[in-house]
């Protein structure tokens, strides 16, 4: 019973503290809540308000602009008739009458001043219209029409394009015309050296005796113009050389003797080589047709390494534009040929000097020539 009692005496105590069901404290929440939403519709309320005093005092300040340049121009306008009053009683009729004109005529064109300002075009830029206007006129166009007056200004701004392009081609043309004036100069001179140098190569040529042979040419080791050891292939120097300043000078022969064959001869010393076998019979045709490198030759003695080398030399004048007319045979002379076209007595050793290519430059001989050599 004592237990039933309290419980029923808590209950009594924790219903005195609910409002509806919630306690003080959801109680408080929900009243500010309330507090809140009434604030924020107060608020919303007022910002309305002011938005639309604000716009009913934007709208009265307009007003308010457009009184005063009403009130302005009423009262320039009261200056204005107060002036030409007292121009008037102050003049004689017909002064005043002319004044009076030229009063309408400022106030006309100060109104007219002012549309131009609303449309944009600035008091500096008037006189240029008058120019323009006045340019028109002397050109016979009504500038009291202004699509006329429109049409005419297209009509010069194309001309005036018109005659730009024009003047840039003639000036693109005079400059053509100076440049073409160099270049045939220079082709007048250059056939002028031309012509010159040929005449005196036929002049050598009719001149040239029986007797007289085109210089052979040797490049011998002792010079720089050497081959690997025991091989047959060029140095860069070598055979820089032989594609430029020697390539050049066989041609001057082959013209100036009306030559047609180049004949390269290998030289060697009496040094044995010490190879016991020989490829040049199988390989040397392919070398020759450049379907081989030259390394690839292997000479045995001293008479296939002076062909292998003669054929290296040969290979790279026939691949040179200005020899490739002519003939280029390779020929070995081995060691039995000294320097000065002496035959050698069997003189062995080291010799640079010996080492060497010579070129000859021969004219072909004719058939003729050909058959009696051959019967004799």
Known sequence: MTSDSSVRLEEKGYNRGLILGLTMAESMLLLVFCLLLVAGAVIAGEKV???????????????????????REAERDLNDRLALAEARAGADPAQ????????????????LVEEL????????????????????????????????????????????????AFKNAMEELVRAN????????????????????????????????????????????????????????????????LDGRYADEIFRSLELYDADIVEV?????????????????????????????????????????????????????????????ATVIPLSAAQLVLPGDVLTKGQGGDVKERRRIEIRIRRRLPMMDRQKSVSQ
């Open 49 to 71: 308000k002011a938005d639309r005093a604000k716009e009913r005092a934007d709208i009265s300040q307009g007003e308010l602009r457009k009184e005063r340049n009403r009130a």
């Open 178 to 241: 100076a440049t073409l004036e160099t270049v045939n100069k220079e082709l007048v001179a250059s056939k002028a050296k031309l012509e010159s140098e040929n005449k005196t190569y036929r002049e050598a040529a009719a001149n040239a005796g029986a007797h007289q042979w085109p210089p052979i040419i040797s490049l011998s080791e002792a010079e720089g113009y050497s081959f690997e050891v025991g091989s047959a292939e060029l140095t860069s120097k070598f055979r820089g050389e």
């Open 265 to 325: 001869i290998g030289h060697t010393d009496e040094q044995p080589i010490t190879r016991t076998g020989s490829n040049l019979d199988k390989t040397i045709s392919d070398v020759l047709a450049s379907r081989k490198p030259v390394s690839d030759l292997v000479p045995s003695d001293n008479a296939g390494l002076g062909l292998a080398r003669a054929l290296s030399v040969a290979n790279v004048l026939r691949s040179n534009p200005k020899v490739a007319k």
């Open 96 to 111: 005043a009458e002319k004044r009076e004109m030229e009063w309408r005529e400022l106030v006309r064109a100060r109104g």
């Open 117 to 164: 300002g609303r449309k944009g075009v600035k008091e500096d830029d008037i006189a240029g219209l008058a120019v323009a206007a006045d340019a028109l006129l002397k050109a016979g166009v009504d500038v009291s029409d202004a699509q006329k007056v429109a049409a005419e200004l297209r009509k010069l701004a194309s001309s005036r394009t018109e005659v730009e």
